[in-house]
Every structure is written in structure tokens, then in C-alpha cells.
């Protein structure tokens, strides 16, 4: 999330979109001993690329923006130190070029359910709190910047128009509640952006990827994060709140606050226009489960 709102914020200041020049594709080539790479579909700030390197294909990811590095940068830490043992993870520089190279992974043939999500985020969550791995996170990205964040964002939202009524009301409402309830969270570190195209499998099992977007978070916010994706929202229920060490009220709470900052970057990034349902259905829909 983080990652997303600085670069959107950098745009809206003047930054132009950037394209990854074809000669800086070959240098990688060359350099890694491959004829050629391949374009595949990256994610929002990320470049990807499918490289065949000693008869083995390998994904190289680059940002097409220049302030997009650093979490770059903190995704090569982030993974090295999670699946360094079981997954080839190389950084490469090439002039003012960042570059991540590692073993080429595909999606699980099924989505993982509630509780196999679950459990793998217990056994990263195990692994990141080592002060070794997680120093690559900035102690700045925690969850009273998201909160604040949060707060940007839906002001945003209504100065817009996008969100009004009794859908203001509850996200206000929600915000608020979080404000207050701060002081009793400890901070646990989240991989920020936990959807299923960020989960992939190797020979051993699921491998989260894409870490750009890790930070100090509280514990249960990868979880809720994940139900926030419209994939599940066919199996939104009353069973899907109680997995987490917060009362009910804080679960909606934390979902609501994800549902705005996602939605406000769509307006930001300018993508709103195709969303399936607006914020105010989708705020509303979970408080429905108050």
C-alpha cells in the first residue's frame, strides 16, 4: 500500500510514467547469459520480465519508476531472507537499473482457503521477526501512518463524491474506532499486499512474492487484507470474523480502512471507472456484519 501511495502522491506532483528502455532488457540479457527476456504481466509499479538462463526460466523484475527502488530494494531483502534456502534470489545493477532475478514460480492450481492462508502467514510472521530480516522494513511504515493515511483517503473520497451517506458515516465511524483502539497495538509485520496473484508455489509449497509493500502492520491485518479482494467476496460470511486477536468491531474496522485506501488509490490511479461495485456497496457490505 505504501508503496503505491507515494509513487501516486510523486505523480500527481509531475512525475511522469516511465518505460523500460529495450536497451536496458538487453544489458540484463547479456548479462545474465540469456538470448532474450520475455515481457509478462507485472504489477502496478513493476516491470517483469521471463528470462532462460542455463536452461532454466527465471522471472527480473525492475520498477518503471525511479522512486519505486527502495521498496524494491526491500522486496529482494524481504525474500532472500524468507526463501533464500529454497528459491535462486539475485539482485543485479545495471547503471541507474535495479534489478531482481529469481527462480520463475507459477500460481497454485486451486486458491489456498481461509485456514492454509492462515498458517502460512504464522510461518513467515515466525521467520520476520528476527531483527536481521526485518530491518528491511522502514520503522516509519507502520500502522498510525496507514491510519493516516486512511484518513487522507477518505477525505479524499467525499471531497470527490465517491463516497457519501451512510457509507461516510461507518467509515468515518471506523476510523475513528481504530484511533482509539492504537494504543493496544503491537506492532507485527505484515506483507501488505497478500492477494492471490502475489502467491505462488515452488516444490515445497505456496511462496508469498512481491513484498514491496511490507510494513509494521498489527497481527491479522494480512488476513483481513486478503478477504478484501472481490475473489472472496462470495464467501463472505459471519465465520470469516474470530481469526484474529481483535474483537469483531476492530476486524470491520481494519477492512473498512483497506477498502478506502484501495479505493482511493483507484481514483488516484485513475482506475475507478471499472470497478465492479463503488466504495459505498463495498463499505457497506461488511458493516452489514455489525
Not at 528502455?21 to 547479456?30: E, I, T, Y
Not at 532454466?56 to 524494491?72: C, I, N, Y
Not at 513467515?124 to 526485518?134: E, F, G, Q, T, Y
Not at 467525499?158 to 475513528?176: F, N, P, T
Amino acid at each position: 500500500m505504501f508503496s503505491k501511495l507515494r509513487h501516486a502522491r510523486i505523480s500527481r506532483s509531475g512525475t511522469v510514467g516511465g518505460i523500460i528502455p529495450p536497451r536496458d532488457v538487453a544489458q540484463l540479457s547479456a548479462l545474465l547469459g540469456s538470448s532474450a527476456a520475455t515481457p509478462v504481466k507485472g504489477g502496478t509499479l513493476g516491470a517483469t520480465f521471463l528470462v532462460l538462463i542455463d536452461g532454466h526460466q527465471h522471472f527480473a523484475k525492475t520498477s518503471v519508476f525511479a522512486d519505486g527502488e527502495p521498496a524494491l530494494r526491500k522486496e529482494a531483502a524481504l525474500l532472500s531472507a524468507l526463501y533464500g534456502d529454497r528459491l535462486h534470489v539475485e539482485t543485479v545493477e545495471i547503471g541507474t537499473r535495479y534489478w531482481l532475478v529469481t527462480d520463475a514460480l507459477s500460481h497454485p492450481l486451486r486458491p489456498p482457503t481461509g485456514d492454509l492462508l492462515r498458517a502460512l502467514i504464522v510461518s513467515w510472521s515466525n521467520r520476520l521477526n528476527d531483527p536481521k530480516v526485518n530491518a528491511a522494513i522502514a520503522a516509519h511504515d507502520d500502522f498510525a501512518t496507514l491510519l493516516h493515511e486512511g484518513r487522507v483517503a477518505l477525505s479524499g473520497l467525499i471531497s470527490g463524491a465517491h463516497v457519501s451517506g451512510k457509507a461516510q458515516d461507518w467509515a468515518s465511524a471506523c476510523l475513528d474506532l481504530l484511533e482509539y483502539e492504537k494504543h493496544r497495538f503491537v506492532a507485527f509485520p505484515c506483507h501488505g499486499d497478500l492477494g492471490a496473484r502475489n502467491l505462488m508455489v515452488d516444490g515445497k509449497g505456496l511462496v508469498a512474492i512481491d513484498w514491496e509493500d511490507a510494513f509494521w502492520g498489527i497481527e491479522g491485518y494480512d488476513y483481513l487484507y486478503w478477504l478484501t479482494f472481490m475473489a472472496q467476496r462470495p464467501h463472505y460470511s459471519p465465520t470469516m470474523f474470530g481469526h484474529t486477536p481483535w474483537q469483531k468491531e476492530v476486524e470491520i474496522a481494519v477492512l473498512i480502512l483497506i477498502i478506502v485506501l484501495k479505493s482511493w488509490l483507484s481514483v488516484l490511479f485513475g482506475t475507478h471507472g471499472g470497478n465492479d461495485l463503488d466504495v459505498n456497496r463495498r463499505i457497506l457490505e461488511i458493516v452489514a456484519f455489525a
